[in-house]
């Protein structure tokens, strides 16, 4: 591989601010809170940093609002404390990925202001209509289309109506866009993820969302304006994405983006057809298809993006886990991810186990989207329980309590009340206590990153499914004469099997067993390892 880019061989950890790490006693994280963590950092291993959104923002939609890119939140702290992250996290060898929010802006951002005055300029950086042209409805609920009294005529929004979006097609605004990633790219950031990026093609008078028909040409643009010469990573979110539409984005001969973060794994506790609030039970046998076909029907160029958590899911150990053994399932899920083929995304506190934070009352709820549900539910009549029971499940601001470093009263994430209530089982699972014990899960994620820096065949063994029992979940990975077996027991069930493969070497596993033989098997709950074969 003549020139492999840095990302390929890289571990992200995703950072929400406002939940992180308070440092002047407001209850709220900012970013010299940041930088004071970067030895716990560093202590796990990552390389980079994807930072939500931390621009000047109405915090409608906790900053993927925003009304100013050039400025920083004021409870978040100021530049120069951005700039002081991104050169002590490049001391220990970290880089900051900046949170790119450009499919809307906030409804106060100066352009959808001067838009409302009249100034026709502006005006086209939006998208307006006489009539709402259609019923598209908002992502988080409700019509996409509202009126605006000043301009008398209705702007689009796919998400809240406090978040416009972009009109795409007026390159005055696509050049406003590069030269402000320019302004980033010079304070020295490792790279981008973008925000709803296969939502920037939309025509929506034709109801085309994702993957609209200049979403390519724009991505394009945006490498060649913007990209080109450089070493930084851009990362998709891509919500529409198929494994027959990645290469588009990510084939590096298009010269778009690096990786797509993709969701059909997370869509798998949904009911097909509905919303994200219609429950369903996961079946690990279509979790396997699922991301086996993410595996292997890429183009061998085209990159994957891994993960379990990011600020808009519920914690993982919670949804796919078993609280019953949190341990063992919260060391199986990440065994499996972090051996397969692509770029692990950490989300905070996932590496120390963190897990949904349970809401009994109306008042609890701070995110928008599921305020919406709720109030829209009530109205339909849904009784309260089934509601809460949805938001338990599926809610973001599961993700989104303070981060647990110690059994102290705030978690040791601030010395005052915090701004979101943090989760009372801070007192068991938190990182003083997961660095207190070597069986942690934390040493098991800092081991998994580490294996990653060691051993060539993580990044870039092929991958391949074994045919086993549907809750056994094994995969193989080859590189150069070299195979490693993956083996999960994704069950709280015994469960016996046999492989005819010969272990040599075992490299990793949850039960602090060794394999000298695959013959017989008997997996406790939740057993996972993974051999390097004879
Ligand atoms: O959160 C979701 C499901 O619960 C998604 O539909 C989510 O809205 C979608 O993945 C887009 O997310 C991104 O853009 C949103 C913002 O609210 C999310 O936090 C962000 O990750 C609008 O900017
Ligand atoms: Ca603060």
Redesign the pocket.
Known sequence: KETIPWWQSAVFYQIYPKSFQ?????????I??IVSRLPYLHQLGIDAIWLSPVYSSPNVDNGYDIDNYYTILA???TMADVEQLITKAKSFGIRIIMDLVVNHTSDQHSWFLEAEKGNKKYQDYYIWQKEPPNTLQSFFGGTAWTFNEKQNRYYLHLFSKHQPDLNWENPNMRKEIWEMMRFWIDKGIGGFRLDVIDLIGKQPEKEVLGNGPNLHTYLQEMYHEVLKETDLVTIGEAGSVTPETAPLYTAPERNELSMVFQFQHMALDEQTGHSKWALKKLSVPELKKVLSKWQTALPENAWNSLFWSNHDQPRILSRWGDLNYPLESGKMLAILLHLMRGTPFIYQGEEIGMTNFPIHSAKQIQDIESLNFYHSQQEAGIAKEKIFEAINTKGRDNARTPMQWDDSLFGGF?TVSPWYPINPNHEQINVEANLNHPNSLFFTYQKLIALRKKYPIVIWGNYELLDTPPTIFAYKRNYEHETWLVCANFSDQKTFYSFSEKPEMTIISNYDATYSTLDQLNLRPYETFVVKLT
Not at 22 to 30: A, F, K, P, V
């Open positions: 308070d440092s002047n006693h407001d209850g709220i994280g900012d010299s809170g409870e978040f702290g601030s």
